[in-house]
């Protein structure tokens, strides 16, 4: 039971690439979670999923997309990259709602330069 | 909105001292609450939650009450170790659409032999 896996670990992209972050989770989850860390910020939603073909924006959508075809994938899209989307990328899943714990893997650590 | 606001950081204490990371909230309802640890390199994992008023959450010695009246959620420990050494977050969820978890800024701990 690996739990929720994301790759890459680290990654340098240049101003204006692309590239997906990838998410898996074995747990058989509905609902999955994007967030971002910026240093000594707490954690800040970018991007919700609720079930397969199902998603919606959190606090800090832009820039990003998402997709949900199945309901172990999660994958985070940048679209031109830019320097104030340098984080580290957090994602998650959980059973379910309010007190439901959630689930986090290793993270992405991004630099945009 | 809701937001959820920690003691100031870093906290540096020497093994076996005692611990408070202070936590206070604003929600519009009545939230589940949190606290996660992350340590070092990893991502974030569950330490303890609380569901409803006076709740007590505890887990590996760490203990944290749900105060409503002080809209407060302190974490405590007796005797910290060295490996408690990590950075703390406070969080609350509303259990409202996509069960979002809203974070504190972190509080990093370090604990010296």
């Known amino acids: 039971n690996a739990g929720v896996t994301q790759t890459p670990k680290f990654r340098i992209l240049k101003i204006g690439q692309s590239m997906t972050l990838q998410c898996t989770q074995d747990?058989?989850?509905?609902?999955m979670y994007w967030y971002r860390q910026d240093p000594g910020m707490g954690l800040k939603l970018i991007y919700y999923?609720?079930?397969?073909?199902?998603?919606d924006k959190g606090e800090v959508p832009n820039g990003y997309n998402v997709s949900r075809s199945t309901t172990e994938d999660f994958p985070l899209r940048l679209e031109l990259a830019a320097p104030s989307q340098t984080s580290v990328y957090f994602c998650?899943?959980?059973?379910?709602?309010?007190?439901?714990?959630?689930?986090f893997g290793p993270g992405t650590r991004l630099t945009v330069t | 909105g809701d937001s959820v606001t920690q003691m100031e950081g870093p906290v540096t204490l020497s093994e076996e001292a005692f611990l408070t990371i202070n936590c206070t909230y604003t929600?519009?309802?009545?939230?589940?609450l949190f606290w996660y640890v992350q340590y070092p390199g990893e991502g974030l994992q569950l330490l303890l939650k609380?569901?409803?008023?006076?709740d007590k959450g505890s887990n590996k010695g760490f203990e944290a009450t749900y105060r409503k009246e002080t809209t407060s959620f302190h974490l405590e420990k007796g005797s910290v170790q060295v490996s408690d050494s990590a950075v703390y977050f406070c969080a609350l969820s509303e259990g409202t659409s996509g069960s979002r978890l809203t974070f504190g800024e972190g509080t990093q701990l370090t604990v010296n032999p």
């Open positions: 609380a569901t409803k008023a006076d």
């Open positions: 747990m058989n989850h509905n609902y």
């Open positions: 929600a519009t309802g009545y939230p589940s």
């Open positions: 999923s609720v079930g397969a073909g199902i998603t």
């Open positions: 998650a899943s959980s059973h379910g709602t309010g007190a439901y714990e959630q689930y």
